[in-house]
Nanobody, 118 residues
Framework: QVQLVESGGGLVQAGGSLRLSCAAS????????MGWFRQAPGKEREFVAA????????YYTDSVKGRFTISRDNAKNTVYLQMNSLKPEDTGVYYC???????????WGQGTQVTVSS
């Protein structure tokens, strides 16, 4: 089992940027598909972005395309989510996840809060 710890969340004004990080321990991330999910208050958790083991095939939900970028540094066992042009509807708890095959993710972090004010 891989342990995941997210960081980088916070409060930002609409139009601003944040960079989330997800640090892994216990296992090397190089063989895992990595993903970011988010959960807004009163809503179900939703998929945001995913990236394959080599980083060559990022995948995004439509609402964040062109604004968010997922990347990974396997040498640092870390995955990132660069979020630009943030909107109030991006507010939520953001979770990092790891899995052997998309869309199955078996390991989850504890989440980091992102709040975008209008």
């Amino acid at each position: 089992q891989v342990q995941l710890v997210e960081s980088g969340g916070g409060l930002v004004q609409a139009g601003g940027s944040l960079r989330l990080s997800c640090a892994a321990s216990g296992r090397t991330l190089s063989s895992y598909v990595m993903g970011w999910f988010r959960q807004a208050p009163g809503k179900e958790r939703e998929f945001v972005a995913a990236i394959n083991w080599s980083g060559s095939s990022p995948y995004y939900t439509d609402s964040v395309k062109g604004r968010f970028t997922i990347s990974r540094d396997n040498a640092k066992n870390t995955v990132y989510l660069q979020m630009n042009s943030l909107k109030p509807e991006d507010t939520g708890v953001y979770y990092c996840a790891a899995g052997k095959n998309f869309p199955s993710f078996g390991s989850w972090g504890q989440g980091t809060q992102v709040t975008v004010s209008s």
